[in-house]
């Protein structure tokens, strides 16, 4: 019947009583099965007085489930707590259920936990990958197979460690032992705005950004010849766009490689079609008609884009870790065996880490992180982590880097051999190779 | 005290001699008042006007060396004894903050010497702007530009510390002729006859803090009552200030009801230390929390995404601080803290009421989640 009759209710604006036709205001003199346009427009709020015209139609509307719909087989019982969905962070629910089968474990995470490899957000372009081809694994079903509470789009706001309490946007968490695996976050230039400058950190920023391209070619601007920054250079020529890539540096990884050899990187980016501008410096991003971006120069003509994406490094968020007082440098500070932070049960790995002074964002480390710290939590001492020095491989197509070792930067490289399609090069400190290089 | 010795008091005194004075009125008058304030809704004025003469509602401002943390404590040391007060407090210190950040030499000098020290009453009215900032709700209050200033009309549901003759902050749309809104306004409303004071339904406590339903109808605000125009750069720069000073009002009713489980503890220790959250792990939680919010009272202007966040933070968890230490207070007492005219029944209201006033708990942390989102392009 009231379907029938097709009643509407009409929420205040102010208090947020609802009015309701069916029911009517007979308080205030309104018959029930009173239309809301047929109420005098003296009529105020029964509850808070404001007026007639401050009230608005009202749809109920379905709200998410804060647990992404994994059903609450655990409780808020006391057990390890994880800040992020990354990588890392599913590295150690999964190490730390191996450990034990039983501890309650909760998972915190600001998006919805979805399973991938950032590293193959950089080549996934030409590879036509999708979300769906991306995601291994999705946070429900990890959630589920790990019997992990997950806590979707939940952020961390406050670390209390004496307390042994983390604070989160859906509630205060208890924990025995908290592990943080916040990852990185892209360190943004402040010349370069966040709502025109794409930061390729997350699938939920490729899946955004691949959504903008559509299916026609489009010209892109690269801020930042890093390893993300030529990767991503790389990846969207190869898929059909014009790139041009620009870095304060006379040529691309010029930081980390020898000149003879970012040189070579250059001419093959070059040769496979991208434009590189070494020695630019950027000074803004504007928006123009039609979507179309220009990117301003220092002493040269502004550029004119689609969109604009800046790989301009990575930078730590310490603002929880800082605010608990954990000691930081340029990331979390840890025990380089053990992962623990300075704070006694809260451990950090990851993106987010600070290993004898560096930080340390590569994958390859993460799981014998994962494996340290769930060692640590279950008493077992005589697992440590051993740092070493990833492998680092850069994915671009037209010319594949990979390094051994972290050079010193004011190091003697020499060549070990060099032919048309392959550079070899090393770096000795006192006649030992510490660095090997190969491209090609 | 005329306002101007009420002022060098401030300056010239220690702030442990200002807090000093403030305890000294909150544990004499206030506390034998707070009943008859949260029931009975007595209005505490003239205790009111002892606190601004101890310098109670001045420390903040920057005449007086922006010394948020004394302002805070001040506000703790009220509230421990009369919640209703401690939230008059806040309402009072805010208003002087918005007259001192305004700019306006018509709001600067005498009138905020009268209202520093309470000689003058005014609060403010801005729950429904700051949820209309954060995308909770829509603008109340309309305005309409006119020669020498803006015509307002709309209505408030409730805002407390106002009264015949009295004042407060407010913040209205200002809307073109086509119906769009192009900015927003703030400015000092002045309760005069031109503004309807309605009365509003009977709350579960804290009857005592002159809380009234607003109503204008195309009220003139001219220039020398203006305390921003446009409003939202001038909310962004105090909102952590705003939100930050209401910690002390939270912190207060903790501290009240932790004294309360402490007082009982020779008589029913022996079966209280078979409940939660007993007072010496509530008093380490306090502890730890307003140290924090000490070092956050430093830099009440840091307009960065992390300063705001971390005193959400703060705000959110003395909300359920003085929920938890509230409720904790009660069942220490057992029934002789459940009759009507006992602190720890009256401070679970309070506490009640500190969880849900603008920024409510919810919201802080709606806000500190859409803070904490990436920003992408579109």
Known sequence: MTQAQDWKQFICRACGLIYDERLGDPDSG????????????????????????????????????????????????????????????????????????????????????????????????????????????????????????????????????????????????????????????????????????????DLDAWVGLKRQLGGTPKHIVIIGAGMVGCELADDFMTAGHQVTLLDVQKAPLATLLPEQASERLRVALEGAGVKFMGTTQVTGVTQLAQGVKSVSLVDAPALECDEVVAATGLVTDTRLAVGAQLTTDRGIVVDPMTLQTSAPDVFALGDCVSINGMP?????????????????????????????????????????VVMHGIPVSNGQWRVVSETHQELKMAQQIDG???CTLELG | MNPTEASSALLNGSSSELLARVKHISSGDLASAAYKIDHEGFYPVGIMQTLGQAGAFGAHLDRNGRQFGVAIDAMREIARNCGSTGFL?????????????????????????EHVCANTLGGTALSNPMKTFAGIEKMLLRAKRVAGGYRVSGALPWVSHIGQGQYCGAIAGVYLDDGSTSHEIMFLLRCDDEVVLRQCPEFSGMEGTSTWGI??????????????????????????????????????????????MLEVEPLLGHVNKFLDDRPDEMQAELDDLSQRIQTLALTPYDGSVDYVISVL??????????????????????????MMNTAPQRRIREAHFVAIVTPAIKHLRWEMARLSKQVLPA
């Open chain 2, 89 to 113: 407090s806040w309402c009072h210190d805010v208003c002087g903050l918005y007259m001192e950040q305004s700019g306006n030499p018509a709001l600067m000098g005498a009138l905020l010497d």
């Open chain 2, 215 to 260: 109503r204008l109808d195309d009220y003139f605000v001219g220039e020398d009552a203006l305390i921003a125009d446009p409003a939202r750069p001038f909310i962004a720069r105090i909102r952590a200030a705003f939100v930050l000073l209401q910690t002390g009002w939270a912190l207060g009713v903790t501290q009240g009801s932790i004294e309360s």
């Open chain 1, 432 to 434: 030992v190779d510490c």
């Open chain 1, 30 to 201: 309104i018959a029930a099965g009173t239309r809301f346009v047929d109420i005098p427009d003296d009529w105020v709020c029964p509850l808070c007085g404001v007026e007639k015209a401050d009230f608005e139609p009202y749809e109920a509307v379905s709200v998410m489930p804060a647990t992404g719909g994994v059903p609450l087989k655990l409780t808020r019982a006391v057990g390890v707590v994880i800040v992020g969905a990354g990588h890392a962070g599913w590295a150690a629910a999964e190490a730390v259920r191996a450990q034990d089968a039983l501890v309650p474990i909760t998972l915190v995470t600001a998006c919805l936990g979805d399973r991938y490899l950032k590293p193959e957000l950089s080549i996934a372009l030409r590879r036509h990958s999708s979300r769906e081809s991306l995601v291994r694994e999705t946070g429900l079903a990890s959630a589920e197979r790990l019997r992990v509470r997950l806590m979707t789009e939940t952020f961390a706001v406050g670390l209390s460690p004496a307390l042994h309490q983390l604070r989160t946007t859906r509630g205060n968490l208890q924990y025995t032992s908290l592990i943080l695996a916040q990852g990185a976050r892209p360190a943004l230039p402040e010349v370069l705005p966040a709502h025109l400058c794409w930061r390729i950190n």
């Open chain 1, 360 to 400: 340390c964002r590569f994958i390859e480390p993460i799981s014998k992180q994962a494996h340290a710290i769930a060692s640590a939590i279950a008493g077992q001492l005589d697992a440590p982590y051993t740092h070493s020095a990833p492998v680092i491989r850069l994915k671009t197509h037209s010319l594949p």
């Open chain 2, 313 to 338: 933070d703060a705000r959110a968890q003395s909300a359920e601080l003085s929920l938890r230490a509230s409720q904790s207070g009660l069942l220490h007492q057992g029934a002789r803290g459940y």
